[in-house]
């Protein structure tokens, strides 16, 4: 293992770097045997020589097929931005795409959403109720990040990914195939009474603004009927907890929260 390999490597820690190599990192021994049974287009498996005497780390090697490469631990522990190395990194081809494949739905679309724990995390909740398409703009946070893979636990290999400029034209694409866009926002329709079918997109927008104008002004605009927003309203507990008042200090709920909950009423 050279200086420049580890360089080449450690560069997969930022967007630029990956862009660069087409790959990404896979941290973590959990993330490599997810990788490994999801039969992941994994190019390299770098482990530390004390990690390989763990039985667990000696399966994965065994599983993966691939020809593991010794790296110091300390080596290792550079490379991407996981807190506390487990000695195990595996370097995967990128598997996100540039444009929508066939039958996208039900698709879930990234407005700006700007923690990659966040995206990550709402990769992972897509993978698990069944949703086939996950769908980012350039706003949105890097799903092949280490933190977004990290938080994905192997949510990335159940879907198709896909980085767009703009959401706008996707949302033309999909409407032009017969499916319905819903966007995550206050004044829709509240969750308990959304029923929207599988055939559906549902947008998310960022953390700190919602929707952006543009995708907000084409949900208003494109659907052919009734209120194409939803949103999850206070709960009576909480109306009761405060007197009969909204709760003042939460403006929102963190956007993998609201996701899972939508996801939930509409998959499930």
């Given at each position: 293992m050279t200086r420049q390999r580890l360089k080449d490597l450690a560069s997969l820690a930022r967007r630029k770097g990956r862009a660069a190599h087409s790959a990404f990192l896979v941290e973590g021994v959990r993330s490599a045997e997810a990788a490994v049974q999801a039969r992941a287009p994994l190019t390299d498996l770098l482990v530390?020589?004390?990690?390989?005497?763990?039985?667990?780390?000696?399966?994965?090697?065994?599983?993966?097929?691939?020809?593991?490469?010794?790296?110091?631990?300390?080596?290792?522990?550079r490379l991407g931005d996981a807190r506390t190395s487990q000695g195990v990194?595996?370097?995967?081809?990128?598997?996100?795409?540039?444009?929508?494949?066939?039958?996208?739905?039900?698709?879930?679309?990234?407005?700006?959403v700007q923690d990659p724990g966040n995206v990550g995390a709402l990769v992972r909740t897509a993978a698990w109720f069944g949703v086939r398409t996950v769908v980012a703009d350039a706003k949105t946070a890097d799903v092949e990040s280490p933190k977004a893979v990290r938080a994905s636990m192997g949510g990335l290999w159940d879907v198709a990914l896909v980085r767009v400029p703009s959401l706008v034209p996707v949302l033309d694409r999909l409407a032009e195939a017969g499916i319905e866009a819903w966007g995550a926002d206050l004044g829709g329709t509240p969750v308990e009474a959304w029923d929207p079918g599988p055939e559906v997109a549902l947008v998310m927008?960022?953390?700190?603004?919602?929707?952006s104008a543009d995708v907000a002004a084409w949900l208003r605009v494109q659907p052919p009927r009734g209120s194409h927003f939803v949103y999850i309203p206070h709960s009576e507990a909480a109306r009761e907890t405060h007197g009969g008042y909204e709760p003042r200090g939460v403006e929102s709920l963190n956007v993998g929260v609201a996701g899972g909950i939508l996801l939930s009423r509409w998959l499930s």
């Open positions: 530390a020589p004390e990690a390989a005497a763990d039985p667990r780390v000696a399966a994965l090697i065994e599983a993966s097929g691939l020809a593991p490469e010794a790296v110091p631990a300390t080596d290792l522990a990194v595996a370097v995967s081809r990128s598997v996100v795409a540039d444009r929508l494949g066939e039958a996208p739905a039900p698709a879930l679309l990234l407005d700006g927008g960022s953390e700190a603004h919602g929707l």
